[in-house]
């Protein structure tokens, strides 16, 4: 069996050594032959790294290892990027979220005018990566999970269009899990779906066993009263994300012929989010008083310990849609799966040009897209607005546009009025002078 050389890029990142552990489960699937991360921030990633390369000792000594902070050296022979890079870090995620709820307007990492901040900053960020990978390795594919996924499509697909890239999201895979425990089946990959909108905009359509059993009047039976809450929790769902499962209750009840994906509560329920966010204690804060604090403290534990049982990583199940992905291209598996994909015809009375989230059968050569046909007016008008919103983020970092940024914050479906929009986007040029492009 061939065996492949992959870099990861944002190698500091807190799902990186779910990443490795997932990828170190998958080998007799997806075998490696090198295993490199790549950072801007050597001593970030240097923690992830060095506890890395314990546990690649441990499990893989074969699969040969380094990381880096030199573009050439990190991104020369690989088949596969796989991105994941947050462009200023929580510092900066953390003013996404506090700048808007400062205007009485909600806070979020990729919605709401906190996810067109961050997507003014990551455009740059996904296109260097993009640009080593053609310059280094052009027959390589990235696979890239950085956000605002949808924003990041939109400028990949206009700004490289010949780039071989591919942008993914977890959070379908992440409800199907719970919409099979709610079915009673093991697996999500027990059910087979039609899906579609935009990036963390989306509909469930249809949902089948794999005899072709139709599961929705079940789900919708328990969804109608528990939202996505599932009847246990095995995985410890922290309270914030716990809210978020359970409101979709209020969200599937505005089309009860479809599951919606949680995040169109943020469009949905702006004022519900905001009275229910406390302005100094965001999500950001959450995230680096949890999960960054356990696992730089795991990594740090393994280092000094010099063996992996001293952390307590965890393999991460949602990265597995990653492996199939990548395992889909090298293997030509024609697997069916969710990809943020140029619409293309396949959602008949939508732009064409729009990036859409769409079922696609994916082998070699990348991503076929499905047929999604007509969809109804309610879906198609909220779709509109928000392409729009993602098309002129990429309009104002191209053109440099204080003018186009304010028309997309104004035209999110989370801020009331164009006023609201200028004063937070003052706001946000000041708090990314650093990140943005200058804008004129
Ligand atoms: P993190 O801050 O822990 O890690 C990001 C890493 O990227 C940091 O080490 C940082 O130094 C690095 N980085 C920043 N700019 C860079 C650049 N220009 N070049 C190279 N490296 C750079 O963040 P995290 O919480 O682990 O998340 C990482 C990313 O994955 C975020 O963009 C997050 O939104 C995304 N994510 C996406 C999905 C999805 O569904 N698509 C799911 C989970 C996380
Ligand atoms: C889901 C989404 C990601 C998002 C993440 C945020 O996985 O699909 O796009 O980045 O949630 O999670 P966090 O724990 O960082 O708030
Ligand atoms: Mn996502």
């Known amino acids: 069996m061939n065996k492949f050389s992959v870099v990861v890029a944002g190698g500091g990142s807190t799902f990186t050594p779910g990443i490795v552990l997932m990828l170190l489960a998958n080998q007799h699937r997806f075998p490696l032959r090198a295993l490199k991360f790549y950072d801007n921030d050597g001593a970030r990633q240097e923690t992830i790294a060095e506890a890395c390369k314990i546990i690649l000792k441990e499990q893989a000594p074969d699969i040969e290892f380094s990381y880096t902070t030199d573009p050439k050296v990190a991104f020369t022979d690989v088949d596969f990027v796989m991105a994941h890079i947050r462009v200023g870090k929580y510092p900066m995620r953390e003013k996404d979220e506090k700048i808007p709820l400062r205007h009485g307007v909600l806070g979020q990492e990729t919605c709401g005018p906190g996810g067109i901040a961050y997507g003014m900053r990551s455009i740059g960020g996904v296109l260097e990566i993009a640009d080593y990978m053609e310059q280094y390795s052009p027959n390589a594919w990235m696979l890239n999970y950085s956000n605002p996924a949808a924003i990041v499509a939109e400028a990949t697909r206009r700004l490289r269009p010949a780039a071989k890239i591919l942008n993914i999201c977890d959070m379908p895979i ?174 008949n009375n939508f732009d064409p040009e729009a990036m859409v989230e769409i079922p696609c059968l994916v082998g070699k050569s990348g991503p076929q897209p499905l047929v999604v046909g007509n969809i109804p007016q309610f879906q198609k008008g909220l779709m509109s607005q928000q392409v729009a919103v993602e098309k002129l983020v990429v309009d104002a970092w191209e053109q440099r546009s204080y003018q186009k940024l304010w028309q997309a914050i104004t035209l999110s479906k989370t801020v009331p009025s164009a006023s609201v929009a200028k004063a937070i986007l003052d706001d946000l040029i000041e708090a990314n002078k650093d990140y943005w492009p200058e804008l004129k």
């Open 174 to 347: 992440g409800i199907e899990s719970r919409m099979a425990q709610i079915a009673g089946l093991k697996d999500r990959k027990e059910m087979r779906v039609r899906y579609y909108g935009l990036n963390h905009f989306g509909w469930w359509t249809s949902i089948e066993d794999l005899q072709g059993n139709d599961l929705m009047p079940k789900i919708r039976e328990y969804v109608a009263k528990f939202g996505y809450v599932p009847p246990s929790d095995e995985h410890g769902t922290e309270a914030s994300w716990n809210d978020t499962f359970a409101k979709a209750k209020d969200v599937w009840a505005l089309d009860p012929e479809t599951f919606p994906n949680t995040y169109l509560k943020y469009y949905l329920f702006p004022d519900y989010v905001v009275e229910h966010s406390n302005p100094e204690r965001t999500r950001a804060n959450e995230v680096m008083d949890h999960r960054e604090k356990h696992v730089f403290g795991s990594c740090n534990a393994i280092i000094q310990a010099g063996k992996s049982s001293a952390g307590e990583l965890e393999i991460d199940e949602h990265a597995s849609y990653i492996v199939d992905l990548a395992t889909a291209i090298a293997f030509n598996t024609q697997e069916r799966m969710l990809l943020i994909v140029p619409n293309n015809g396949a959602i």
